[in-house]
Structures are given as structure tokens and as C-alpha cells.
């Protein structure tokens, strides 16, 4: 089993910075990708940042937030972090924090779970 826990959620005047934290932990031999998803009221959930690791790693943003939000990670710790800053009233949702992970060496298929959920709320 696996899991997956964020923190750092909260409400934030129009402008500000948030860090989002999200710790993978259990039966995990790697980690592929992991990253961050929002879903804001009435709207489509949305892809917001993902970052890959391995020799062929790379990172990548939704347009909206390139330029104001970081990804990094911690492949130690299985940790992901998301720096967002310049926030605005647009960036108020659930985020959702996703692990890719592979479960053991043998194993040929990554499995993806899922956090809670944290809310950002972004007053203007």
C-alpha cells in the first residue's frame, strides 16, 4: 500500500505565496512521476505542474501558472513540493497531489495514486 499526504493549503490575499508539500510513503520501490492537479468549482480538473525523474526527466507547467509556480522534489523522501507565488484569485481550487510509483524491482507497470486533496483559496 501506498500513500500519499499533503499539507500547506490555506487562504492567501491576491498576490501572495503558498508552498504545497506532498510525501509519498509505503511499499515503493520508485517513484516516476509526481505532480499536482487542481480542481477549481464548476471547472474541469486541470493538470498544473508534473515533474519526472530518471535520465529522461523533465518538468512541466499549464500555461497559467509558468512563471509563478515551482515544482521540485525530494526523490529521498519521495516528497514533491509546489512554490506558487504572484498567486491570483483564478488559482483558488482543490490541488491534488498524484505519485507514479512502481511497488517493486519486478514490477513492469507504475501505479498511480492520489492525496486528499488541500484547498487554495485566493482572495483578491
Known amino acids: 500500500q501506498v500513500q500519499v499526504v499533503e499539507a500547506g493549503g490555506g487562504l492567501v490575499q491576491a498576490g501572495g505565496s503558498l508552498r504545497l508539500s506532498c510525501a509519498a510513503s509505503?511499499?515503493?520501490?520508485?517513484?516516476?512521476?509526481m505532480g499536482w492537479y487542481r480542481q477549481a468549482p464548476g471547472k474541469q480538473c486541470e493538470l498544473v505542474a508534473t515533474?519526472?525523474?530518471?535520465?529522461?526527466?523533465?518538468?512541466n507547467y499549464v500555461d497559467s501558472v509558468k512563471g509563478r509556480f515551482t515544482i521540485s522534489r525530494d526523490n529521498d523522501k519521495n516528497t514533491v513540493y509546489l512554490q506558487m507565488s504572484s498567486l491570483k484569485p483564478e488559482d483558488t481550487a482543490v490541488y491534488y497531489c498524484y505519485a507514479d510509483v512502481a511497488p517493486s524491482r519486478t514490477t513492469a507497470y507504475l501505479y498511480k495514486y492520489w492525496g486528499q486533496g488541500t484547498q487554495v483559496t485566493v482572495s483578491s
Open positions: 515533474s519526472t525523474s530518471g535520465s529522461g526527466g523533465s518538468i
Open positions: 509505503g511499499t515503493i520501490f520508485s517513484v516516476n512521476s
